[in-house]
């Protein structure tokens, strides 16, 4: 379980550095920077006024039932998969809704029971299309799973091959990793690093004013790329219909 989350909010911020690097069929790589808050499902912060529109927490922005918590909806999946926490602790590493918009290409919940001990993982991945999935691991003590890639988020891959991913609970220090490998080796990495600071008005204010519209920016960011790909000649692959019809939809916004 992670240290106690510091600040008055009971929360805590990362500021984070992201690389995406892709090897195949060509190379591309680039990385931004921005922050990530880390919260207790059942503790979400409680912001006072005037900054609340630099952070909110909506239920809305995660799959599930609109009417219910976040909490809500999580333990209902979980209970979907066998897996019932009994009121343990689940943290969340997300970006929170900002000015209006919020994108989280990927949700990290680190689930405990009631002692403290880990029980599972989900990694949750929403794409530009306004769908989510969510991948439930079992990781080793170094926060290693590997899992079926079972959704498409790039129009750039298909839906095959497998993730390995190393997502250790975050204390002091942030260091999540995803690859991709397909039958013809390992086509994509994805890392996050990052450094915790408190959750506070001040810490808030300076990632705001360090990072301005960072939730919109990760989608412009996400679509410049795929532009650049495509001036390079990156053959699209289009959506599976078995992909529509199994995402969990939610708004783009």
Same mark, same amino acid.
């Given at each position: 379980m992670t240290d106690p989350l510091p600040g008055p909010w009971g929360a805590a911020l990362y500021e984070c550095r992201i690389t995406h690097v892709r090897t195949t069929p060509l190379r591309h $790589?680039? %990385?931004?920077?921005t922050y990530l808050w880390l919260v207790d499902l059942d503790r979400l912060p409680r912001l006072p006024a005037l900054l609340r529109p630099l952070a909110r927490f909506r239920a !809305? /922005?995660? =799959? *599930? +039932? @609109?009417g219910l918590t976040t909490r809500q909806n999580l333990d209902r999946y979980l209970a979907g998969q066998g897996v019932d926490l009994a009121g343990g602790q689940v943290l969340m590493l997300a970006q929170a809704r900002s000015l209006g918009h919020v994108f989280n @290409?990927?949700?990290v919940y680190w689930c405990h029971d009631p002692g403290g001990r880990p029980v599972c993982t989900i990694a949750e991945v929403r794409n530009t299309y306004g769908s989510h999935? #969510?991948?439930l691991l079992h990781p /080793? @003590? #170094? *926060? #290693? $799973?590997e899992v079926a890639k079972e959704f498409y988020v790039s129009p750039f891959f298909p839906v095959d091959g497998h993730y390995r991913m190393t997502l250790p609970p975050p204390g002091a220090r942030l260091d999540l990793t995803i690859h991709l490998e397909r039958a013809t080796g390992r086509a994509f990495t994805a890392t996050v690093h990052g450094t915790r600071r408190p959750a506070? =008005?001040? %810490?808030?204010? #300076?990632a705001a004013v360090t990072h301005p519209c960072s939730t919109l920016a990760v989608t412009l960011h996400i679509r410049l790329q795929g532009i650049r790909l495509l001036m390079r000649g990156l053959p699209v692959h289009p959506r599976p219909r078995s992909c529509r019809a199994h /995402? +969990?939809? !939610?708004p783009l916004s």
């Open positions: $790589a680039f %990385q931004h920077r !809305v /922005d995660h =799959p *599930g +039932e @609109p @290409p990927l949700t999935h #969510r991948y /080793d @003590p #170094r *926060g #290693r $799973a506070n =008005p001040t %810490q808030l204010l #300076r /995402d +969990e939809k !939610v």
